[in-house]
C-alpha cells in the first residue's frame, strides 16, 4: 500500500497547527465531514467565545490544573489520542471529556479512528486506485499494529501518520467497543467507497449518504452508551433512533452551508429537491432565483424536521447525565440552526448561524427532556409562524410542525433517573469550563511550541 510504513514518532511539531473540522478542498463529488460532532463543535465554539468575558481572575490557571491532572493517570499514547483530539475538535473535545468512566476512552478513540478514515477520503491527492481499496479495508488497519500512512496533504494527517498510536489504545479498549468501533469503521469506508464520484440525486441518496456520513455514527456511539452500561440494551439496539439523530444534524450541515459548498464546488442539496426549482444549483445564488431558492430550501428543512419525533423519542431513553447531555446539545443547536435557515435569503447570500448568548442559552438549558422539549416546541414554533401560504411545501411543513409540537408537549415526569447525582445547571457550567480551558491549554501550547522555534532559530 502507498505511504504504508513501520509505526512512526511524533514531534512537537506535529501540535503546533491549530486545526478544525470545517470542509475541505473542491470537488463535484460529496465530501465526508463528521457532522454528527460538527454542528456541536460549532455551538460550544459560540459559547465559549460568548463566555469569555465573565471569566473570573486566575480562571485559566486553575481550570488548566484541573484538565491536566486528569491525564496523569494516562498511559503516553492515551494522552497522545487526547491530544490529537483536542487538535482535530478543539472545543467539542471538552464534551468528550465530560463523558463518565470508560466511556470517554472510546468515544475519543472512535473519534480519532473516524477522523483518520475521513482524512484519507478527503485528501484529493490520493488517487482512486489507492483510495478506494483504503477506504474498503480501512477497518482491517485498526489490527495492523504498525500500519500508517505518511503520503496525505491533508492538515489533519498526523492521524494518519500517528496511526499505530490510535490503533493502540483502540487494542486497548475492551471487546464490546472494539467491535462497535471496528464494525461503524467498515461500514462507513464502504459507504464512502460508494459515493466517492457519485453525486447525490434522490431524496432517498441523499438519506443514504447521510446515514453514511452521520447516521452511522449515531448508530456507532449508541451502541458504545450500551456497551458501557451507562445506557439501557435498548438505546443501543433502536439502530433506527440513533440514525435519525444523526441525519438531523447532517442535513441541517447541509442546508446551512450550501453557498460554502457551491462557491467550493461541492454539491450536497440532492438533485430531486433543487431541480424542481431550477436548472442548477448554483443558480439559487443569483438574486432573481430567490422565490425558487427559498422553496428548494424550505422543502429540504421540512425533510430535515421529520427526524425531529425521533431524536425526542431517543432523548427521552437516556438516564445518565453525562450522555444526555453530550447528545442534547447538538440536537438543540441544530433546531435553532434551522428555525434560523427556514425561509431565509441569507442562506444564498452569506452565513447563518445562531447569535453566541443564543449558544450559550442552549447548551446551559439543554440538561434535562423537559428543558430540550422546551426548546423544540420554541423553535418550531418560530418555524410555524414563517410558513407562507403560497410556500410549495407549506402543507407537509405544517403537518410535521404539529407532530412535533405534540411530541414535544408530552409529559416526561414519569421516567425515571439513574445517575443525575450532580445538579443540571452544574454540570453545564463544568462542561463550558472545560471548553474554555481545552481552548487555553490549545493556546498556551502553540504559544510555547512558537517561542520554542523562535529561540532554535
Same mark, same amino acid.
Given at each position: 500500500?502507498?505511504?504504508?510504513?513501520?509505526?512512526?514518532?511524533?514531534?512537537?511539531?506535529?501540535?503546533?497547527?491549530?486545526?478544525?473540522?470545517?470542509?475541505?478542498?473542491?470537488?463535484?463529488?460529496?465530501?465526508?465531514?463528521? /457532522?454528527?460532532?460538527?454542528?456541536?463543535?460549532?455551538?460550544?465554539?459560540?459559547? =465559549?467565545? /460568548?463566555?469569555?468575558?465573565?471569566?473570573?481572575?486566575?480562571?485559566?490557571?486553575?481550570?488548566?490544573?484541573?484538565?491536566?491532572?486528569?491525564?496523569?493517570?494516562?498511559?503516553?499514547?492515551?494522552?497522545?489520542?487526547?491530544? @490529537?483530539?483536542?487538535?482535530?475538535?478543539?472545543?467539542?473535545?471538552?464534551?468528550?471529556?465530560?463523558?463518565?468512566?470508560?466511556?470517554?476512552?472510546?468515544?475519543?478513540?472512535?473519534?480519532?479512528?473516524?477522523? /483518520?478514515?475521513?482524512?484519507?477520503?478527503?485528501?484529493?491527492?490520493?488517487?482512486?486506485?489507492?483510495?478506494?481499496?483504503?477506504?474498503?479495508?480501512?477497518?482491517?488497519?485498526?489490527?495492523?499494529?504498525?500500519?500508517?500512512?505518511?503520503?496525505?496533504?491533508?492538515?489533519?494527517?498526523?492521524?494518519?501518520?500517528?496511526?499505530?498510536?490510535?490503533?493502540?489504545?483502540?487494542?486497548?479498549?475492551?471487546?464490546?467497543?472494539?467491535?462497535?468501533?471496528?464494525?461503524?469503521?467498515?461500514? +462507513?469506508?464502504?459507504?464512502?467507497?460508494?459515493?466517492?464520484?457519485?453525486?447525490?440525486?434522490?431524496?432517498?441518496?441523499?438519506?443514504?449518504?447521510?446515514?453514511?456520513?452521520?447516521?452511522?455514527?449515531?448508530?456507532?456511539? =449508541?451502541?458504545?452508551?450500551?456497551?458501557?452500561?451507562?445506557?439501557?440494551?435498548?438505546?443501543?439496539?433502536?439502530?433506527?433512533?440513533?440514525?435519525?439523530?444523526?441525519?438531523?444534524?447532517?442535513?441541517?450541515?447541509?442546508?446551512?452551508? @450550501?453557498?460554502?459548498?457551491?462557491?467550493?464546488?461541492?454539491?450536497?442539496?440532492?438533485?430531486?429537491?433543487?431541480?424542481?426549482?431550477?436548472?442548477?444549483?448554483?443558480?439559487?445564488?443569483?438574486?432573481?432565483?430567490?422565490?425558487?431558492?427559498?422553496?428548494?430550501?424550505?422543502?429540504?428543512?421540512?425533510?430535515?424536521?421529520?427526524?425531529?419525533?425521533?431524536?425526542?423519542?431517543?432523548?427521552?431513553?437516556?438516564?445518565?447525565?453525562?450522555?444526555?447531555?453530550?447528545?442534547?446539545?447538538?440536537?438543540? +443547536?441544530?433546531?435553532?440552526?434551522?428555525?434560523?435557515?427556514?425561509?431565509?435569503?441569507?442562506?444564498?447570500?452569506?452565513?447563518?448561524?445562531?447569535?453566541?448568548?443564543?449558544?450559550?442559552?442552549?447548551?446551559?438549558?439543554?440538561?434535562?427532556?423537559?428543558?430540550?422539549?422546551?426548546?423544540?416546541?420554541?423553535?418550531?414554533?418560530?418555524?410555524?409562524?414563517?410558513?407562507?401560504?403560497?410556500?410549495?411545501?407549506?402543507?407537509?411543513?405544517?403537518?410535521?410542525?404539529?407532530?412535533?409540537?405534540?411530541?414535544?408537549?408530552?409529559?416526561?415526569?414519569?421516567?425515571?433517573?439513574?445517575?443525575?447525582?450532580?445538579?443540571?445547571? @452544574?454540570?453545564?457550567?463544568?462542561?463550558?469550563?472545560?471548553?474554555?480551558?481545552?481552548?487555553?491549554?490549545?493556546?498556551?501550547?502553540?504559544?510555547?511550541?512558537?517561542?520554542?522555534?523562535?529561540?532554535?532559530?
Amino acid at each position: 500500500m502507498a505511504g504504508a510504513c513501520c509505526k512512526c514518532t511524533a514531534t512537537l511539531s506535529v501540535f503546533k497547527r491549530s486545526l478544525s473540522v470545517a470542509p475541505r478542498g473542491c470537488s463535484s463529488a460529496p465530501r465526508y465531514q463528521l /457532522a454528527g460532532w460538527r454542528l456541536g463543535e460549532r455551538g460550544l465554539q459560540e459559547a =465559549s467565545r /460568548a463566555s469569555s468575558a465573565v471569566r473570573p481572575a486566575g480562571f485559566y490557571r486553575h481550570t488548566a490544573s484541573v484538565c491536566l491532572s486528569c491525564q496523569e493517570s494516562m498511559s503516553e499514547s492515551l494522552r497522545t489520542c487526547y491530544v @490529537y483530539l483536542n487538535q482535530t475538535s478543539r472545543s467539542f473535545a471538552a464534551v468528550i471529556q465530560a463523558l463518565d468512566g470508560e466511556l470517554r476512552h472510546a468515544v475519543c478513540i472512535f473519534y480519532l479512528v473516524l477522523r /483518520a478514515l475521513d482524512t484519507v477520503e478527503d485528501d484529493m491527492s490520493i488517487p482512486l486506485n489507492t483510495k478506494v481499496p483504503m477506504l474498503n479495508d480501512f477497518h482491517t488497519y485498526l489490527y495492523q499494529h504498525d500500519w500508517c500512512f505518511t503520503k496525505s496533504q491533508e492538515k489533519d494527517r498526523q492521524v494518519l501518520e500517528d496511526f499505530p498510536t490510535i490503533s493502540l489504545e483502540f487494542r486497548n479498549l475492551a471487546q464490546d467497543y472494539r467491535d462497535v468501533i471496528s464494525e461503524i469503521c467498515h461500514r +462507513m469506508g464502504v459507504g464512502m467507497a460508494e459515493f466517492l464520484e457519485k453525486k447525490v440525486g434522490s431524496m432517498k441518496e441523499w438519506d443514504l449518504y447521510c446515514h453514511y456520513v452521520a447516521g452511522l455514527v449515531g448508530v456507532g456511539l =449508541s451502541k458504545l452508551f450500551s456497551a458501557s452500561k451507562l445506557e439501557d440494551p435498548e438505546v443501543g439496539q433502536d439502530t433506527e433512533l440513533a440514525n435519525s439523530m444523526g441525519l438531523f444534524l447532517q442535513k441541517t450541515n447541509i442546508i446551512r452551508d @450550501y453557498l460554502e459548498d457551491t462557491q467550493e464546488g461541492r454539491a450536497f442539496w440532492p438533485q430531486e429537491a433543487w431541480s424542481q426549482f431550477a436548472g442548477r444549483l448554483e443558480d439559487f445564488a443569483q438574486p432573481q432565483k430567490l422565490d425558487s431558492a427559498l422553496s428548494c430550501l424550505n422543502l429540504l428543512v421540512t425533510d430535515a424536521l421529520r427526524h425531529v419525533p425521533d431524536v425526542i423519542a431517543y432523548l427521552s431513553r437516556l438516564r445518565n447525565q453525562s450522555v444526555f447531555n453530550f447528545c442534547a446539545i447538538p440536537q438543540v +443547536m441544530a433546531i435553532a440552526t434551522l428555525s434560523s435557515c427556514y425561509n431565509n435569503p441569507m442562506v444564498f447570500q452569506g452565513v447563518v448561524k445562531i447569535r453566541k448568548g443564543q449558544a450559550v442559552t442552549l447548551m446551559m438549558d439543554a440538561t434535562n427532556m423537559g428543558a430540550v422539549q422546551t426548546i423544540i416546541a420554541q423553535y418550531s414554533q418560530e418555524i410555524f409562524q414563517k410558513v407562507s401560504l403560497t410556500d410549495p411545501s407549506r402543507d407537509k411543513t405544517l403537518h410535521i410542525l404539529t407532530v412535533i409540537q405534540e411530541k414535544s408537549t408530552l409529559s416526561q415526569s414519569s421516567l425515571p433517573s439513574r445517575t443525575h447525582h450532580l445538579s443540571p445547571m @452544574y454540570l453545564s457550567a463544568a462542561m463550558l469550563l472545560a471548553a474554555l480551558s481545552w481552548q487555553y491549554l490549545n493556546t498556551t501550547a502553540a504559544q510555547a511550541q512558537g517561542t520554542g522555534d523562535m529561540q532554535g532559530q
